[in-house]
């Protein structure tokens, strides 16, 4: 186990597997990573919080898993009702914007480095990232902030009262625990607001392109806040592209402290891809290495969602030293 998981989970007690066929799972995950498939299933009522047998072939299966009703309707109000509140506290000292084509860019004169530090410092803070189309050309706000920012990241899990209590639930780790996870460990967390008329274009990328264990391990989370249609940019996934493909290329923190990526960008046949429509309070799941992205959102409806990742924080898988996302010192992740 990496240094970081070790302080991370000292004297946590390792969370109780209900099963043969999750400890089957898990043999499997440090074997050779997790496999997992997809399909569409409702999780309504609290005491259904475990996948079935059919829901992880599905996944297993095709790398994505469609959970409606995951989340009520008095969860979804309080995680957007919060994001509003942070949005409306939040008064723009550094100006970073947020493009998965280049991870950080500048504005208003400020030096690159004040926009690299401000990415890296929010692994471990709640910071805030505008879209691409949010400046004219003299780098003044087009329209009004709350309608302006591209997300808020990437410590949401964790130091949020209400984000920390969706992520950590019961219902959380036991639907985890269902997949083989013995120590699910959340590393990043984002709230997603895919503007109306600007919200940005997501290009195709596997999840450990950006977060990386050995063996792989990190699974993405994925709660829609708003329905989410083609109209106004779902997700869309390449199903089984996550036994297809390994983990094609990464984005790291380098010897010069630069956020770089180690390859190039990989071609892609966009037909492969299809969307993936959830309703506000379902859950998405998605193997690390399953290709999903969204198109830019041209209509005048906004596709609010809360993302966050989790990685197996147990003996045998570790961190990579070379992740972009350090917590700072006295600052560890955490599992469940």
Known sequence: MSRPFQRALAGKK???????TGLEVHRRVARHGVRR????????????????EEQKAS????????????????QVEELRGRGEDL??????????????????????????????????????????????????????LKQSKDTSINKIGHALH????????????????????????????PVQSMYIFKQPRIGGEVVPHQDST?????????????????????ENGC??????????????????LDSQGEIVFDKDPVPHDLGEYKPIEAKAGTLVIFHGQFYHMSYENKSNKSRHAYT?????????????????????????????
């Open 14 to 20: 390792w969370p109780r597997v209900e099963d043969g």
């Open 235 to 252: 997700l869309w996934g390449w199903k089984g592209s996550h036994k297809a493909k390994g983990v094609e290329r990464r984005m790291v």
């Open 59 to 74: 996944y297993e299966a095709e790398g994505f898993l469609v959970l409606e009703d995951f989340a009520s309707k008095q």
């Open 210 to 230: 950006f977060l990386y264990t050995d063996p792989p391990s990190v699974i993405g989370i994925w709660l829609a806040l708003e329905d989410a249609t083609v």
């Open 308 to 336: 966050f990742h989790v990685v197996e924080g147990a003996e045998g898988f570790e961190w990579a030293e070379n992740n972009w996302l350090r917590r700072k010192d006295g600052f560890p992740f955490e599992s469940m």
């Open 37 to 52: 498939g997809g399909g569409r299933l409702s999780l309504a009522g609290p005491c259904r919080a475990l996948l079935s």
């Open 87 to 140: 949005v409306r506290a939040f008064d723009p000292e550094t100006i970073s914007i947020f493009s998965t084509k280049k991870q950080e860019k500048t504005m208003n004169g400020k030096a690159n480095m004040d926009s690299r530090q401000y990415f890296l410092d929010s692994a471990s803070n709640v910071s805030f990232f505008f879209e691409e189309g949010a400046f004219d050309d003299e780098g003044k």
């Open 158 to 185: 964790d130091l949020d009262p209400s984000f920390r209590k969706f992520s950590r639930s019961e219902k959380m780790k036991s639907m985890l625990e269902s997949l083989g996870y013995l120590r699910p460990t």
